[in-house]
């Protein structure tokens, strides 16, 4: 094992301990040599570890006595501390900046600095990216969860942060574990709405394309299917295609166009999981020379610039991005400063999707066949 292999391994275990509660603020550690027997690695490796823990915060040493666990996780309440951290899966995502400005605006005019993080949808990341922000003392948190669809391993550092007070609060998505304060869409209604709208076009051969490893794909997928099961329409093999973050941009294309490339199967609708992907499903069909909405009709999500950027506007599922940004801030301001938000109830809201119809769908009985 490398040595900085070494050390970062030495240093994960030590964060470990502190964040699920094994030693306590203020509790001394092992000695170098109880550390140095524990894990099995050279006095050098400790000193290393321990001195970086020490620069980034987690430990302090006093002379004579050891080395202790900071008060690091522990809330801040001056004025002059007020710092809300905020973590998104994406930081380039089309609809995040319009999230971001809501929260910035709201916290700037309440005298709240802003931390800002990105998980790139990878729970090893989110790991750091949470240990970043409880190492920077933060009195809240606004956080993004990474692959909500499966188990997340991070869970007790949001169980830490219950037992020290700091608030945060989940949006767009949540770790159902957890049960926590959130912001989300109606993302089951979204589905059914963009699919719906299909079938009431006259489309039956509709396809969807869904995320697998959040949980907003999975209920908009849940959506698409209760559209064909209220409007009593059959289903076919390759109705829906699922893909992973890792996916995205290879496999999910690439399904796909086995799909269209087979007369058979050739579905006359198309249901996006976002807009983005919406953008990538026309690029394919140009490629393939197929037009939209004249061969296939189109519905995107998010209802982002994306939706109007290309020649063809896709119409697409809305989401409250700025309003969403600014409940979120008003709701851990409150929280940071022991008031009563009003602007969720019970600590929850869903907000209700509507359909913006563009010119990317048209009644099937004007679709030419390819």
Known sequence: MAQQTKVSMVKQKIKEWI???????????????????????????????????????????????????????KKTPTPAGKN??????????????????GIESYLSDHGYSLTFACTDNNPEKERQCLESMLSRNIDGLIVEPTRS???????????????????YLMINQYYPQLNPPHLILNDEKGGFIATEHLIKLGHQKIIGLFKSDDIQGLNRMQGFIRAFRENDIS?????????????KDNILINKLRDVLISAENRPTGIVCYNDEIAISVLNLLRELDIKVPEHIS????????????????????????????LEAAKWIVAAVENRESQSIENNQKMYEPEL???????????????
Do not use: C
């Open 298 to 325: 189109i519905v995107g999500y998010d209802d982002s610039y994306l939706a109007e950027a290309s020649e063809t506007k896709i119409t697409s599922v809305t989401h409250p991005k700025i309003e969403m940004g």
């Open 235 to 247: 289903f076919f093999p390759e109705m829906i295609i699922t893909y992973t973050t890792e996916e």
């Open 149 to 167: 669809s499966s188990y997340n391993p991070n869970l007790h550092y949001y169980l830490q942060m219950e037992q020290n007070e700091i608030p």
């Open 356 to 370: 913006v119809i563009r010119n990317s769908t048209k009644s099937f009985s004007t679709i030419q066949q390819v």
């Open 84 to 101: 809300i951290g905020v973590i998104t899966t994406y930081i380039t995502d089309y609809i995040f900046p319009s999230i971001i400005k």
């Open 19 to 73: 964040t699920e509660g094994k030693v306590s603020q203020g509790e001394k550690i092992y000695s170098e040599n109880e550390l140095v027997k524990m894990f099995e690695v050279s006095r050098h490796t400790v000193r290393q570890a321990v001195g970086d823990l020490v620069h980034e915060g987690w430990l302090y040493r006093e002379q004579g006595a050891g080395t202790f666990v900071s008060q690091r996780m």
